[in-house]
């Protein structure tokens, strides 16, 4: 079982834990105006990135475009949200930020506290994220629009990069007993834990089961046509 954390306005890490300096056991309401504005800009990112499937999927079938959708918004996650944090967190913390991004991961950071206070582990896979992940995408991104050989080696590296940071972010944290994470309501866990951590396991799941197939095909038709020519 998690034990649940209590998200408090003010922040600071101090001396190794985390002080609350401010609205001890306070309730928020669940859809703030900061949560609100947090779901609308991930909603305003899916519908850029599917705007932007269609324009440079559109010689594509339906579902490479359905790929370029996900893959344009795994990018924008990784540049325009995840290399700001790791801005902050090596420059200072989350908890500290007052600029325009800041307050997306604040308010995540009511689901999980590590988020707010540059917890190493969380830190080094961001930089990893941004840097690796990043730049993945947007090499496959450019060999599923030019039909690139390099495609499903590309999809399968950034597949098993993405659930590895899955898998790092909160494996260490439940063998802790799952002391940041805050799963007191049904935003903070389905929402913020469950929903936007789960498709980053489900789609590259999805997407390495669709390699496997196309991988099996391709041998397939090699098999096939040895055995016309013999």
Not at 12 to 38: D, F, K, N, R, T
């Amino acid at each position: 079982m998690s034990r649940p954390a209590i998200f408090v306005a003010d922040v600071i890490w101090e001396g190794g834990e985390i002080v609350h300096s401010a609205g001890m056991g306070e309730q928020e309401p669940l859809l703030s105006p900061a949560a609100l504005c947090s779901l609308l800009l991930c909603s305003a990112q899916l519908v850029l990135a599917y705007a932007l499937s269609l324009h440079f999927g559109q010689r594509r079938p339906p579902l490479d475009r359905a790929l370029l959708t996900w893959l344009f918004y795994d990018c924008f996650t990784h540049f325009a949200l995840e290399g700001p944090f790791v801005y902050m967190s090596l420059t200072g913390t989350v908890a500290q930020s007052n600029n325009v991004l800041a307050f997306l991961w604040k308010e995540y950071g009511k689901a999980d506290a590590r988020w707010l206070y540059s917890d190493p582990t969380i830190v080094s896979l961001e930089i990893l994220t941004v840097v690796l992940d990043g730049i993945l995408a947007l090499v496959l991104i450019n060999a599923i629009v030019k039909d690139k050989f390099y495609r499903h080696f590309v999809q399968i590296t950034l597949c098993v990069c993405e659930l590895y940071g899955g898998w790092m972010t909160f494996c260490p944290d439940w063998l802790n007993g799952s002391p940041n994470l805050n799963t007191s309501n049904w935003l903070y866990l389905w929402v913020y834990l469950a929903f936007f951590n789960g498709i980053w396991l489900v789609v590259p799941g999805l997407l390495l089961w669709q390699s496997w197939l196309s991988l099996k095909e391709m041998h397939q038709k090699n098999i096939d046509v040895e055995k016309k020519s013999n």
